[in-house]
């Protein structure tokens, strides 16, 4: 199973790299929200969910970022 971070990441076009720089995440923290081996708290999702959306990604609601 795909994480949607992950899914919309990759629907944008945007390196894990990327995504890390624009949220101020480790790469490693991101890989494991990526992976499901961590989910990430509300305030996280909050600046994964603007970072993505900001990017371009068409996301509705912070519950898709949730598996």
């Known amino acids: 199973m795909k994480s949607p971070i992950r899914k919309y990441r990759e629907q944008i076009g945007l390196s894990q790299i990327e995504l890390a720089r624009k949220t101020n ?4 923290r991101l890989s494991n929200y990526e992976r499901l081996d961590r989910t990430p708290d509300i ?3 909050r600046i994964l969910l603007k970072a993505l959306q900001d ?6 609601s912070i519950n898709e970022l949730y598996p």
Not at 25 to 28: K, R, T, V
Not at 55 to 60: N, Q, V
């Open 55 to 60: 990017s371009g990604a068409d996301i509705p």
């Open 25 to 28: 995440l480790s790469q490693g």
């Open 43 to 45: 305030p996280t999702a």
